[in-house]
């Protein structure tokens, strides 16, 4: 491994040291253990259930941005890929969208394309996030509104000393400008050509979608992903006593705000998950801090053990397939 991945992840680790602290400080834990087993059963096992379906879309809409390139692809393989690639990201943050492309590959499927798909599903959950947080914005403002501009649009303009949206903008002209001279000197310049022919196999990866026989496939399919995490979310609540008088609108801004975790680069969303889920439910609900934690935990940690034994059984079958 490269000294840089190694900087990389240690970094990364150290962050979600720094956000398991300030999530669980000043924890009672006689009171958090209390709150956890008041847990409903039933309402877990729909978790569970919201879960599976959220994976099963998750395969099945990766595989319909793969077939225009590679029709060979099986659902079953692509169902390990995933699964594998999901494990990975719990422990090394990233390297499960290379590692899932790695098992992908073939014939058609070039490593390069196979990442354009990855890129394509992440711009599209992405604005999947941006229209969650719109929605819950514009069907509950007066509960989340001020939520929103005090605690995190008002903090982040404050800190960066002016409006995010210019940093963005200015972000992606930088972005425009260095792929104009990559492929400007993609002729004479060897590293420019490489990294051209890479850009090259990302776009066809990601234009894949256009090629899709049945385009409304993948709306559904994302629609579907994200309707899972948000009934995941409302499971949830409805599991905890103490906040199963909440409803699908309060849990749809819940989604939104725990999925940015996935954003901060931390193993499995360890921390970030934590700290963003706990201080939503204080902050808006009236929860108190230890039943914020709870409910947090309850999730996270259930959907972390899904994924780990999927990861794990997965595994297992692509490496007893390869040895035969």
């Known amino acids: 491994m490269q000294l840089k991945n190694v900087i990389k992840y240690i970094v990364s680790f150290l962050l979600a040291g720094v956000l398991v602290f300030f999530a669980f400080k000043g924890v009672d834990w006689k009171a958090f253990w209390g709150g956890l087993g008041q847990t409903r059963l039933f309402w877990l096992g729909l978790f569970f259930v919201f879960s599976l379906l959220a994976l099963v879309f998750r395969e099945e809409r990766w595989r319909a941005i793969i077939k225009p390139i590679d029709p060979g692809a099986g659902r079953l393989d692509v169902w390990d890929a995933n699964n594998v690639g999901n494990l990975v990201n719990v422990v090394l943050p990233g390297a499960g969208e290379f590692v899932r492309c790695g098992y992908i590959t073939r014939r058609n499927m070039t490593y390069d394309k196979a990442l354009g798909t990855i890129v394509c599903e992440r711009v599209c959950d992405l604005v999947a996030v941006a229209v969650l947080f719109a929605v819950a914005l514009l069907t509950g403002w007066s509960k989340f509104g001020s939520f929103f501009t005090e605690q995190i649009w008002t903090p982040l303009t404050g800190r960066l000393g002016a409006s995010p949206w210019w940093f963005l903008g200015g972000a992606l002209l930088v972005l425009a400008l260095l792929v104009w001279a990559v492929f400007h000197w993609s002729g004479t310049n060897k590293v420019c050509g490489k990294i051209a ?6 776009g066809a990866g990601f234009v894949s979608v256009g090629k899709m026989e049945h385009k409304w496939l ?11 995490y948000v009934l995941m979310s409302w499971s949830g609540l409805k599991a905890l006593p103490p906040l199963a008088g909440l409803g699908i609108s309060d849990a749809l801004f819940i ?10 680069p931390v193993p499995g969303g360890i921390g970030a998950f934590h700290y963003l889920v ?12 230890n039943m914020g934690l709870v409910y947090a935990v309850l999730c996270h940690e259930s959907h972390a053990v899904l994924i780990i034994i999927l990861g794990i059984a997965s595994y297992i079958r692509l490496t007893l397939r390869k040895k035969s």
């Open 255 to 264: 989604s939104a705000v725990g999925n940015v975790a996935s954003v901060i």
């Open 278 to 289: 706990k201080a939503t439910l204080q902050s808006l609900f009236g929860a108190t801090e």
């Open 197 to 202: 022919g890479w850009i090259r196999g990302l």
């Open 218 to 228: 993948f709306v559904l399919y994302t629609v579907l992903i994200w309707t899972m």
